[in-house]
Nanobody, 121 residues
Framework: QVQLVESGGGLVQAGGSLRLSCAAS????????MGWHRQVPGKQRELVAE???????NYADSVKGRFTISRDNAKNTAYLQMNDLKSEDTALYYC???????????????WGQGTQVTVSS
């Protein structure tokens, strides 16, 4: 129904940068929010950044000032620019889209498969 394909993860040294992309496809009718969560083994998944309809953004306190989320509405693609990366940013990053798809009138959350970000100190 809705597919999210992430790219841009990898291995980077502390202080470096990475840019994640998330391309959404399928019968998407309304996008309310797109963004990323991340998860470290043994810990709960946490919100990293999200961009909501109208352009507002939310960031985890730990990434404010270092990460920037943006979105190309025409392409249904979201980007996460990550600068000044730290070892604690190492995680599996999952893209998500919250909205409506197909003929349903209900909202749901769709998830990507995850992309690994590893920051070496």
């Amino acid at each position: 129904q809705v597919q999210l394909v992430e790219s841009g993860g990898g291995l980077v040294q502390a202080g470096g940068s990475l840019r994640l992309s998330c391309a959404a496809s399928g019968d998407i009718r309304v996008v309310l929010t797109m963004g990323w969560h991340r998860q470290v083994p043994g810990k709960q998944r946490e919100l990293v950044a999200e961009r909501i309809i109208g352009g507002g953004t939310n960031y985890a306190d730990s990434v404010k000032g270092r990460f920037t989320i943006s979105r190309d509405n025409a392409k249904n693609t979201a980007y996460l620019q990550m600068n000044d990366l730290k070892s604690e940013d190492t995680a599996l990053y999952y893209c998500f889209l919250y909205g409506r798809a197909g003929e349903t009138h209900t909202t749901q959350t769709f998830w990507g498969q995850g992309t690994q970000v590893t920051v070496s100190s």
